[in-house]
């Protein structure tokens, strides 16, 4: 049973829309996580927090936004849609740094 | 250069073969290793971490080398259900803390009847 949830699974866009992918957990972590995968290829950081109030870029740069204002919740917003934005957009919390990970089921978006 | 690399395969075994995947990293910092396991449109989940000394949970078996930035996976006796993409993860130094993980791209594995 997931104790990290994402939602929606899939979205398809239009672009210009604002939109928001929900991340919420029940585990009290701490650190949170943002990933995007495009198909085949591997994940990269582009949003991390260590706490309430703390939100940091990760290394592949992203138009999106985060913010994290309750511990369970890192929602992730993009103010324009792109079709660029396309790809899997997974959310994790860890109890322990590196170790520890747990990943949410991710959100497929699409922009047309 | 990718700071992970891995061949992507596919690698197309039978049943009850031994396969081996390799991983090849290129910050000589890197702190801490992982295997995850991803199954097709899911999302990643840890198999098991990798210690210098090497390690072994059930029919795998993990392997590290720092001195040639190396790790590896063996799985023995492949079942049908280890069909999956294997993704090599380090973190870079002071990072197992912050917990950035870096992902490689991915060994797909199918193992036929």
């Known amino acids: 049973e997931a104790d990290i949830y994402q939602t929606p699974r899939y979205l398809v866009i239009g672009t210009g829309k604002k939109i928001t992918l929900e991340c919420s957990q029940t585990?009290?972590?701490?650190?949170m996580y943002w990933y995007q995968q495009d198909p085949g290829m591997e994940l990269h950081l582009i949003h991390y927090s260590y706490g309430v109030n703390s939100t940091e870029k990760g290394d592949l740069s992203s138009e999106s936004t985060v913010s994290r204002i309750r511990t369970e919740h890192f929602p992730l917003t993009l103010e324009s849609a792109r079709p660029s934005h396309t790809s899997q957009y997974l959310c994790?919390?860890?109890?322990?740094?590196?170790?520890?990970?747990?990943f949410g089921s991710g959100t497929r978006l699409t922009v047309v | 250069r990718k700071e992970v690399e891995q061949d992507p395969g596919p690698f197309n075994v039978p049943e009850g073969a031994t396969v081996a995947f390799n991983c090849t990293y290129s910050n000589s910092a890197s702190q801490s290793f992982f295997w995850y396991r991803q199954d097709c449109r899911k999302e990643p989940k840890l198999l098991m971490s990798v210690y210098s000394s090497g390690n072994e949970d059930g029919r795998f078996t993990a392997q590290l080398n720092r001195a040639s930035q190396y790790i590896s996976l063996l799985i023995r006796d492949s079942k049908l259900s280890d069909s999956a993409t294997y993704l090599c993860v380090v973190t870079e130094y002071g990072s197992s803390n912050t917990g950035k993980l870096i992902f490689g791209q991915g060994t797909t594995l199918q193992v036929k009847p």
């Open positions: 585990m009290g972590h701490d650190k």
């Open positions: 994790a919390s860890s109890e322990a740094g590196a170790y520890g990970y747990t």
